[in-house]
């Protein structure tokens, strides 16, 4: 694929013909169909503090869910069986049930426990707990905890014994081998995989609507009840989740090309 | 709470005939495994259909599938299943209104089968992309100069090669799949997810039932595992084991 390759410079015609298909397709979406709605300031803002919340949500539950996922992978890997087995059986747990069930699981099965206990609600903590969000937050981190604790455990089992034992001859503590060999060489080794994980979270981000946090999906579905329209806010998601996943994608090339590679 | 009185409860709430939700909670099941088989089915010929064309198709089918398999993994399943449920019901009674017929309701299991089968449709078509790009050209290329028509090819040489490495890919899939049928709850549909809810909807105990609901997933997964684990031990048969 050099610049020499004379082939690849032209766009061939077919990709002319599919490019205009869609620029009509969209034309056609934005002159023929009733997007009367998104005009009114009500529904901006809405659509805005959706998409913020899409957003924070995203990157909250990534980083603190692979920060837990890091442990959970370690352990599994190079760790003793007590603290093995139950990350493992942690891991089997997520993996194995809807993360629809456990968001309910911890907002209406936790949610209806809490206010039983006297102690709970007289807590400082009690304005916080009895909102949805906090219950959206902790089982989507969870969640990654759960999926990333896997891909980390195969991540640490995948750095070559040769390197940990270098650095054990040039004399680092074992805390040093995992902070500047270990640990960075495992998730430089998984990257793509997280930026693989990190549109599949995306797209899990819909189902906190349905414990009345107010995302973007939750705002389209706003609309479609007030104003009985079915299409156009379904549309309008869409080409947010898709531009979402496309800034994560490009955001995860751009990481990778600026890891050091090894060129033979 | 957790005390002798509150587990029995408990156990009341979950028995099979009616003061308890037993057998709702197994009709659940029942419709969750039914859906998960009908999807996964739809999404291993669309998988096949996609993976050959992606490989063998001209130019042309090659960037149509391309833009279906990035769409579709680009987009959350929920609104997915929202737009295909809407669009798709939409077309059919346009359809039959401009053929004479009366309107249709489609019924809740075609369309969870048909909208989750197109999600897998993509995921299955990269799985199987991959593992028939597994298979050694030279292998191939031998069965086609034995003078093997396309199909024989595909059957006694690719199918077998690639089984090993499509396998574990595909339980991947069938995994996420029965998952995913939890999401058709939203548009509520009658599975699993939905009949807890309903159930603990009536009578309170969300943590009972949730548990419940969360067991039965458990189990299909673990006892998925034990299956598929013993469909990969029979397409590497003949492979050598160990060593890299």
């Not at chain 1, 034309?27 to 913020?52: E, F, R």
């Not at chain 2, 579709?72 to 449920?85: D, G, K, M, T």
């Not at chain 2, 298979?135 to 100069?145: F, L, S």
């Amino acid at each position: 694929m050099s610049l020499a390759d004379p082939i690849r410079r032209h766009m061939p015609l077919r990709r002319w013909v599919l490019a205009a298909i869609g620029l009509g397709i969209i034309a056609y979406c934005a002159l023929a169909l009733n997007w009367s709605w998104l005009q009114t300031p009500k529904y901006q803002g809405m659509i805005l503090q959706g998409v913020w919340n899409t957003i924070w949500i995203l990157v909250v539950t990534m980083v603190l869910g692979f920060i837990l996922a890091i442990p959970i992978g370690f352990v599994q890997a190079a760790g003793p069986w007590y603290l093995a087995r139950p990350a493992q059986a942690f891991c089997t747990v997520i993996r194995g049930t809807p993360l629809l069930l456990q968001l309910w699981l911890l907002y209406y099965g936790l949610g209806s426990l809490f206010p039983m206990y006297p102690w709970i609600r007289e807590s400082d903590l009690w304005p916080i707990l009895r909102q949805a969000w906090p219950y959206a937050v902790l089982a989507l981190t969870l969640s990654v905890a759960g999926y990333e604790g896997e891909v980390m455990r195969g991540a640490f089992k995948g750095v070559p014994q040769g390197q940990l034992e270098a650095a054990r001859a040039f004399g680092m503590s074992r805390w040093g081998v995992f902070r500047r060999i270990w640990l960075p060489q495992a998730v430089a080794g998984v990257l793509p995989t997280i930026g693989g994980e990190t549109v599949l979270q995306m797209k899990s981000t819909p189902l906190v609507a349905t414990i009345t946090v107010i995302d973007i999906y939750a705002v389209a579905s706003r609309v479609r009840q007030d104003t009985f329209i079915i299409y156009e806010p379904l549309l309008l998601l869409a080409l947010v989740y898709l531009t979402i996943a496309g800034v994560i994608v490009a955001l995860f090339a751009w990481f990778e090309s600026r890891l050091p590679k090894r060129i033979a | 709470m957790a005390d002798g009185s509150a587990l029995s409860a408990s156990l009341d709430l979950l028995a099979y005939s009616p003061p308890g939700w037993g057998a709702n909670l197994l009709r659940g099941l029942g419709n969750t495994v039914l859906i998960a088989l009908g999807a996964y089915g739809v999404g291993l010929f669309l998988g096949t259909l996609g993976a050959f064309g992606k490989l063998y198709g001209g130019p042309l089918t090659r960037d149509l599938l391309g833009l279906y398999t990035t769409l579709v993994r680009a987009v959350p399943e929920l609104v997915l299943i929202l737009i295909l449920y809407f669009a798709v019901t939409d077309l059919v009674n346009q359809a039959l209104l401009a053929m004479g017929y009366e309107r249709i309701q489609i019924s809740g299991v075609a369309a969870g089968i048909m909208v989750l089968g197109v999600v897998q449709g993509a995921y299955a078509t990269e799985v199987l992309r991959g593992a028939i790009q597994s298979v050694p050209a030279g292998q191939i290329e031998a069965g086609r100069a034995m003078g093997m028509s396309p199909l024989l090819v595909a059957r006694r040489v690719m199918l077998p090669l690639m089984l090993p490495a499509a396998i574990p890919g595909m339980a991947n899939l069938w995994m996420i799949v029965t998952k995913d049928t939890a999401l058709l709850a939203v548009v509520g549909f009658n599975e699993l997810v939905q009949e807890s809810r309903q159930a603990a909807g009536t009578t309170k105990a969300f943590f009972t039932f949730f548990m419940a609901a969360g067991v039965l997933f458990l189990c299909m997964s673990l006892v998925s595992n034990q299956i598929f684990a013993r469909i990969e031990a029979w397409a590497n048969k003949g492979t050598k084991r160990g060593g890299i």
